[in-house]
């Protein structure tokens, strides 16, 4: 993987952030074909503390395949921050769409 500019991890918070996305995309890696990986969002900015770092991976595929998908995915720890990712989710979503119109519906 490339590097990111040295500017990009101007503090403990940031170092942290960017080397716990690392071990994830390690992880994601081993089990999901990775074609190319690519960073964005507030981490790419002069941002002092950026909530999280977003990617998008494009998944190695088939020359041939024209499938039109995509998945957007948080990924946070099971803990007291995760609580706070997911309930901030909720709030978004009833901000965005209405509380009737939308819902947080736990699969597992």
Known sequence: ??????QLLS????????????????????????????LLGSFTTGKKRPADVDFILLLKTRRNNKSKWSVDVVIAPDNSHGDFILEDA???????????????????
């Open 90 to 108: 909720r709030k978004w979503m009833k901000q965005k769409y209405g509380s009737k119109k939308s819902a947080v519906i736990k699969l597992k």
């Open 11 to 38: 503090s403990a918070y940031r170092k942290e952030l960017w080397k716990n996305s690392q071990e994830f995309i390690k992880k994601v890696e081993r089990v999901i074909p990775i074609s190319s990986i690519h």
């Open 1 to 6: 993987m490339h590097t990111i500019p040295k």
